[in-house]
């Protein structure tokens, strides 16, 4: 089990606990959305991500292998320019993680995200997360120009932004014997990614503000490897 926290430097003199829910919320430690366990000032309602509240003052991660992240906050009053989390692009706020050296920002919850994921469009070869780099998504058939999942051998790629959108497992075809992947799902049919035209920012053609961290989250959760395992692809 894990602990109860008596107390964060983000919030002191307050007592934080472990609760759980299903509602949404906005983490206080991050600024970024939140769901599922978290921890509670009872008190002044202030909450933390599970991660937020435990996370270590510095990390090593594979997506800035060259030097360890050390935790940093960052009040209002403090802030001299924008700075955008490496990974999901959304701002980076209040606590996060930097490399002062290559100016390499990333949210907590962005630490989590796996290295690798297995992928039923691509069972050959779990895919694996890569910088940005010539390429098409495989689900929306857009430009990759972001952090993206593929499979270099196969030169296959997945924007972070669709890898748990809705797909169906490549079928065989009855006269060539050939394996045919099915149409991806119409624009808006999923709750992720900047190709559902109700979470597209407007007229921006990104993401909008936090969805990359709920994918994100999800992924941190093992969502993508328990849907596949669970037969549920489609």
Not at 29 to 51: A, F, I, Q
Not at 169 to 192: E, H, L, N, Q, V
């Amino acid at each position: 089990m894990k602990p109860n926290i008596k107390e964060h430097f983000t919030n002191p003199g307050h007592s934080l606990t472990e609760v759980y829910g299903s509602e949404e919320f906005h983490c206080d430690g991050c600024k970024t959305p939140g769901n599922g366990p978290r921890y509670r000032c009872h008190t002044c309602d202030s909450t933390l991500h599970e991660y937020c509240g435990v996370c270590p003052s510095t990390l090593s991660t594979f997506m800035h292998p060259q030097h360890q992240l050390k935790q940093v906050i960052r009040t209002q009053g403090r802030r001299v320019n924008e700075r955008l989390c490496t990974l999901c692009r959304d701002e980076v706020e209040g606590l996060f993680y930097r490399c002062a050296d290559c100016d390499f920002n990333i949210h907590p919850l962005c630490t989590k995200i796996p290295e690798s994921v297995p992928h039923p469009l691509h069972p050959t070869h779990q895919l694996k997360l890569q910088t940005s780099s010539s390429g098409r998504c495989s689900v929306c058939k857009g430009e990759c120009t972001s952090w993206r999942y593929g499979c270099g051998i196969c030169s296959f790629d997945i924007h972070l932004e669709c890898i748990l959108a809705p797909c169906e497992t490549p079928t065989i075809s009855r006269s060539m014997g050939a394996p045919t992947t099915p149409a991806p799902p119409p624009y808006g049919t999923t709750d992720f990614g900047p190709h559902n035209t109700n979470n597209q920012a407007q007229g921006t053609g990104k993401p909008s503000k936090g969805m990359l961290s709920k994918i994100i989250y999800s992924l941190s959760m093992g969502m993508l490897t328990n849907l596949i395992a669970g037969g549920i692809t489609g």
